[in-house]
């Protein structure tokens, strides 16, 4: 049961994790949530995102874009890098390659390229 | 389209692509008189006439990545399979109001899907608007305000992952009637 008293708590835990986290987090993940995206399965995918950044640290936020023009790949997801400004576009994303994308390269710098758009373009 | 909140969450993403501030999303089942009323309502910049009497021309949209808007196209679909009505009218600078009337019981209904999830992704993609969700099932009433969470919590951004998460079950319950 989810209750207003829970936001309370929930308000207070926030309040500590503020203090502790560095305010410039390295990574921004962007899922794409235009028709396109919502039709091809990106409400799972930001999801499981959102559920994966309530459980665990990761240094990362995720936003949301509309539609990237890439309509055949959706659902996509971008990450960006706000340290050297580079980005990667994974496509055909699930909520399994969701987590595993956060996994390795948000948390170990390890990009996935076989889910990237490069390797379905080749 | 498989559930109705997909297509609920279609006409926000506009209202909070408009620039708007307020957002009120209000979903009635009257099963009495056989009704699913859906009403969206924001203060956002608004359509002019033209565009406004084109927009559920699916070759309409003010994007720039593709030339296709779907969202109201697909709504307007819905309501023509339902037997239902769509009416939507809007002034600039001033807001738009979509209204969607549907026979509650007609076959070709889909279920109402996840709203909590819904507005969970409306707060997640602005978290500066302010949201409205007034969900009405016969006697059954639940009322949930972005503004009262917000003054719940103070100087915590209501974007927070377990923020997001706690309002996607707390709607969920209250559309239920498990909330106190």
Not at chain 2, 67 to 86: P, R, S, W
Request: proline letters at 3%; one cysteine or more.
């Amino acid at each position: 049961m989810k209750s207003l008293e829970d936001l309370k708590k929930m308000r207070e835990k926030a309040l500590k994790k503020v203090e502790m986290r560095d305010v410039n987090k390295k990574y921004r993940v962007v899922v794409g949530m235009a028709t396109c995206g919502i039709a091809a399965g990106a409400r799972p995918v930001l999801n499981k995102l959102i559920e994966e950044l309530g459980n665990n640290d990761y240094p990362c936020i995720v936003t949301q874009t509309g539609c990237i023009g890439l309509c055949a790949y959706e659902p996509i997801v971008e990450v960006f890098n706000q340290e050297d400004q580079t980005k990667t576009t994974y496509v055909h994303v699930t909520p399994e390659k969701a987590v595993s994308i956060l996994q390795n390269h948000i948390l170990k710098d390890r990009i996935l390229t076989e889910f990237t758009i490069d390797s379905y373009q080749k | 389209m498989q559930d109705i909140a997909m297509y609920i969450i279609e006409i926000l993403m506009n209202s909070i692509y408009a620039n708007s501030n307020n957002i009120i999303c209000h979903i009635e089942i009257k099963t009495s008189i056989n009704q699913l009323l859906i009403i969206i309502e924001d203060d956002g910049k608004g359509m002019n006439d033209e565009l406004l009497a084109n927009v559920t021309n699916p070759f309409t949209t003010t994007r720039k990545t593709r030339k296709i808007g779907l969202g109201v196209a697909f709504l307007q679909h819905l309501c023509d399979q339902c037997n239902g009505d769509l009416t939507i009218k809007s002034k600039e600078n001033i807001g738009t109001i979509t209204v969607v009337k549907l026979p509650y019981d007609h076959w070709d209904i889909p279920p109402l899907g996840n709203i909590g999830q819904m507005m969970m992704f409306c707060i997640q993609a602005n978290a500066d608007i302010d949201f409205i969700l007034q969900y009405i099932k016969d006697e059954h009433t639940f009322f949930f305000d972005t503004k009262l969470i917000k003054q719940e919590l103070g100087e915590v951004n209501i974007d927070e992952p377990d923020i997001l998460l706690w309002i996607k079950e707390y709607i969920n319950q209250g559309i239920k009637g498990e909330n106190l």
